[in-house]
């Protein structure tokens, strides 16, 4: 919502380096994108449907907010009672090798969990926009 993307702007404003960088990474870092981007879901809508039905964690705690903002050292996964749901057992089974994360992320197709190593660069992004496009517009 407009609302909500004005604040994440505000924030990447202040934050040292690029602004346009900076919001693209915070976006990136929201939980259910990092859903989609381990391979525990086929779109970004079905991984925000994950997260609000409660089946993910982050740190052993039942995270069911999208926009969540994931941490260096996270370690998201699907809650232990998800695990025998016919959904994920055959998305472990997908999952196995066939899975590409991004270098910012670590995936543990076994486990079904994944961890934040680091923050995403600009290379890392796939989405093809020009970020200062948005900075200008939201600059005024």
């Not at 939980?31 to 859903?35: A, M, Q, S, T, Y």
């Not at 925000?48 to 705690?61: A, D, F, S, T």
């Given at each position: 919502m407009e609302r909500q993307f004005s604040r994440y702007f505000e924030?990447?404003?202040r934050t040292t380096g690029m602004t346009g960088v900076n919001l693209l990474a915070m976006l990136e870092k929201r939980?259910?994108?990092?859903?989609y981007r381990?391979?525990?879901a086929d779109s970004r809508a079905q991984a925000?449907?994950?997260?609000?039905?409660?089946?993910?964690?982050?740190?052993?705690?039942k995270t069911d907010i999208p926009s969540f903002q994931v941490s260096d050292g996270d370690i998201?996964?699907?809650?232990?009672?998800a695990r025998s749901k016919t959904y994920f057992k055959e998305r472990a089974q997908f999952m196995q090798g066939t899975v590409k994360v991004p270098a910012w992320l670590r995936l543990?197709?076994?486990?079904?969990?994944g961890t934040v190593v680091g923050s995403p660069t600009r290379e890392d992004i796939e989405i093809p926009l020009?970020?200062?496009?948005?900075?200008?517009?939201?600059?005024?």
């Open positions: 924030e990447a404003n939980l259910d994108n990092v859903i381990l391979g525990f925000r449907q994950l997260v609000r039905h409660g089946h993910i964690e982050v740190n052993g705690r998201i996964s699907v809650r232990e009672t543990n197709a076994v486990n079904l969990s020009n970020e200062q496009l948005i900075v200008e517009y939201y600059s005024r």
